[in-house]
């Protein structure tokens, strides 16, 4: 392991600046001597969901700038050919109310789950460290993820350099929409449904959530597989050659008129 001299930062712990701090201690966070010789770190892709808790309505100060707290992160780490190589899983004790019965029922996630688990700065750091140093980019269905990430790590984690999060984040919603020239974007449920599969595990489960997001993104990066599991959708959406014609080829009296007049 690589030890920490006196207020140096591991790679890994860096985009928290000065916050975390090693005297001469093994950091956590730190990687094993073979892994920093390795000169061509090769792209990760971090797939991530998260399960949020409202702040209970007596913190009324905290309220006025988070709605809610984490308490699940789930996470699938992917190679650099889109091949599942690790997982990331662990519950989060909020800080400011019990967990909701309402979010007990979606998510299966009670107060006994979280109770004693570390908080969100513990949390969170365990999973910087987790993702590594490798070139990663992140993924989640939609950007409600890293807006709260944002708000969190601004409350408990000042130190916490946000931009880390941001130059790495991609919204897999909108490129799926995107891919298919959808105006709506679908849920995550529905996009694997219009792939021909069906939800695996229990949705609204961090991790699940993450493992049935990896599978759009696998999918997405074969662009003839995609379009052949997408055909029937695609075939909706995209006009057929027959419609590409001029109104004119369409209705050729109507052109005859025209030229009449």
Known sequence: MIIQTRNSLCSKCAPF?????????????????????????????????????????????IRRKLNGEIIEIGAVRL??????????????????GMVKKHITELTGITQEKVAGRPAFSESFHSFVAWIGA???????????????LRKECRLKLPDFDVSWLD????????????????HNSLALKHALGAMG?????????????????????SLMQDDAKFRETMRP?????????????????????????????
């Not at 989640?140 to 807006?147: F, L, Q, T, Y």
């Not at 130059?167 to 959808?182: K, P, S, Y």
């Not at 599969?197 to 993104?217: I, K, M, P, Y």
């Open 134 to 148: 490798a070139e990663t980019k992140i993924y989640s269905w939609s950007m409600s993820d890293i807006k709260q």
């Open 79 to 96: 190679n650099e050919h889109f091949e599942q190589e690790d997982e990331f899983q662990c519950y989060v004790c909020p800080e400011y």
């Open 197 to 217: 599969r069906s939800f695996e595990g229990s949705q609204h489960s961090a991790l699940a959530d993450a493992r049935n997001t990896s599978a759009v993104l």
């Open 17 to 61: 600046g000065s916050a975390i701090k090693h005297r001469n201690t093994v950091c956590r966070a730190s990687f094993t001597a073979d892994f920093f010789e390795s000169k061509d770190l090769l792209m990760k892709h971090i797939i991530v969901d998260l399960e949020m808790n409202p702040v209970a309505k007596e913190h009324r100060d």
């Open 167 to 182: 130059v790495r984040w991609v919204d897999l919603q909108q490129a799926f929409d995107d891919r298919l020239g959808l």
């Open 233 to 261: 959708v695609l075939e909706i959406l995209e006009p057929s050659e027959g419609l590409s014609n001029s109104i004119g080829d369409l209705f050729p009296d109507l052109e005859k008129l025209k030229n009449k007049l």
